[in-house]
């Protein structure tokens, strides 16, 4: 079955330390995104991806970093620029262009980080 | 600025009805999604609507009122598993979602 990936499911953080989500797709979509979710909150768009090898920072990018170095990958480091980053963040995937702004994205399980 | 209302929290009894409401103010407009979260799981897609009118899925039904910024998802029979956070999300102007916090959806017996 095609899907989202995202690993691990729980994730630990200490000081001064960067850490690196994962995040695989096979359902061949050229886009890809990552959201924080906080409690009472929206999902927060961190960043985005419309092609390999190119991507753009979303409304909290600060503190965080992508690579999209092949077009089922997109991995998020949370570094130590982060000060606050305790929350559950979720990978999602479409497929692009404004002609498929009808087409739903699509989620990965996420992954909670917490602070040691 | 761009802003999207639900309410917070509802409660519902099994068996019933039960409508939560979101209204927007976007830079543009290029449609409306209803997603499903389980608390701790991934959203999953409910429907999707961009002409004004009632789309019909089964259990699930969504309306969208261009004009007055208003969409609502409307959930029939209600079962014990439709406990869930309802995500509203639009399609703004630049073909980007801006989602609303969310209404946790409370059945009861």
């Known amino acids: ?116 | 600025g761009q802003n999207i209302d639900q309410p917070t929290e509802m409660t519902a009894t099994e068996g019933a009805i039960v409508q939560i409401n979101c209204t927007y103010q976007t830079s543009g407009f290029n449609g409306l999604f209803w997603y499903q979260q389980h608390a701790g799981e991934a959203p999953t897609f409910l429907s999707y609507n961009v002409l004004d009118g009632l789309e019909e899925k089964g259990r699930f039904s969504s309306f969208l009122s261009r004009s007055k910024g208003y969409s609502y998802l409307l959930l029939k029979e209600l079962q014990m598993k439709d406990s869930a956070s309802y995500l509203c999300a639009v399609v703004g102007g630049n073909y980007q979602l801006i989602w609303g916090a969310g209404t946790k959806l409370i059945i009861k017996p």
């Open chain 1, 1 to 116: 079955d095609g899907g989202i990936t995202q690993s691990p499911k729980y994730l630990f953080r200490k000081e001064g330390q960067n850490v690196t989500l994962s995040c695989e797709q096979n359902l061949n979509h050229d886009a890809m995104y990552w959201y924080r979710q906080d409690p009472g909150q929206g999902l927060r768009l961190i960043y985005y991806s419309q092609i390999v090898n190119d991507f753009q920072k979303g409304d909290i990018a600060e503190g965080y970093s992508v690579s999209r170095e092949k077009k089922e990958s997109f991995p998020l480091t949370v570094t130590s620029a982060q000060k606050n980053p305790t929350a559950f963040y979720l990978c999602a995937s479409s497929v692009l262009g404004q002609g498929h702004s009808n087409q739903p994205q699509h989620f990965g399980d996420g992954t909670r980080l917490s602070i040691l």
